[in-house]
T-cell receptor
Framework: GAVVSQHPSWVICKSGTSVKIECRSL??????MFWYRQFPKQSLMLMAT?????????EQGVEKDKFLINHASLTLSTLTVTSAHPEDSSFYIC??????????FGEGSRLTVL | QKEVEQNSGPLSVPEGAIASLNCTYS??????FFWYRQYSGKSPELIMS????GDKEDGRFTAQLNKASQYVSLLIRDSQPSDSATYLC???????????FGGGTRVLVKP
């Protein structure tokens, strides 16, 4: 399948700092990428849809000013968690939409906020 | 009613047997369906996609779709301990659209 790379795979930060996570589609162009969050033993929760060249669409209950998404090119989307707090600690996973309609996931980024 | 429903399990299966996973969805406008496998602490991995009614086979996996009954299933033949994981069912309306995931079914294959 197609390859989606996510970086960093894990990050620990202090409360109040910001963290940026990158998501790259390595072998295909993705006009649409999605950001998910997953808490332990729970399913994937869609946070936002990232469209290249336009503003992201956020799901209900997700603060757009806290979770900044930028999709500046057809192969890169970034998620910045601003002023992170311990309750933001989670597994953040990006995915890229292939033109076949299939969704391919990055490796995930485990965020721990102290 | 959740948009995509799965039995959370665990589904315990002896090694070599067939594991049968079920998924129902509520949106009749759904056009694309996917099964993902997720190991603990890892991100989901695409196993199968299916778009039309009937069966689709890929190796030891067979996906079955019945749009009239709003039902999609996954069969894993000759189950191996390495198949022990959580299996996520997902649906979408069209290519490039967001997918809605079920809660996942945890499968345990016992040697």
């Amino acid at each position: 399948g197609a390859v989606v790379s996510q970086h960093p795979s894990w990050v620990i930060c202090k409360s109040g700092t910001s963290v940026k996570i990158e998501c790259r589609s390595l072998d295909f162009q993705a006009t649409t990428m999605f950001w998910y969050r997953q808490f332990p033993k729970q399913s994937l929760m869609l946070m936002a849809t990232s469209n290249e060249g336009s503003k992201a669409t956020y799901e209900q209950g997700v603060e757009k000013d806290k979770f900044l998404i930028n999709h500046a090119s057809l192969t890169l989307s970034t998620l910045t968690v601003t002023s992170a707090h311990p309750e933001d600690s989670s597994f953040y996973i990006c995915s890229a939409s292939h033109n076949t309609g299939e969704l391919f996931f990055g490796e995930g980024s485990r965020l721990t906020v102290l | 009613q959740k948009e995509v429903e799965q039995n959370s399990g665990p589904l315990s299966v002896p090694e070599g047997a067939i594991a049968s996973l079920n998924c129902t969805y509520s949106d009749r406008g759904s056009q694309s369906f996917f099964w993902y496998r997720q190991y603990s602490g890892k991100s989901p991995e695409l196993i199968m996609s299916i778009y039309s009614n009937g069966d689709k086979e890929d190796g030891r996996f067979t996906a079955q779709l019945n749009k009239a009954s709003q039902y999609v299933s996954l069969l894993i033949r000759d189950s191996q301990p390495s198949d022990s994981a959580t299996y996520l069912c997902a649906r979408g309306r069209a290519a490039g659209n967001k997918l809605t995931f079920g809660g996942g079914t945890r499968v345990l294959v016992k040697p």
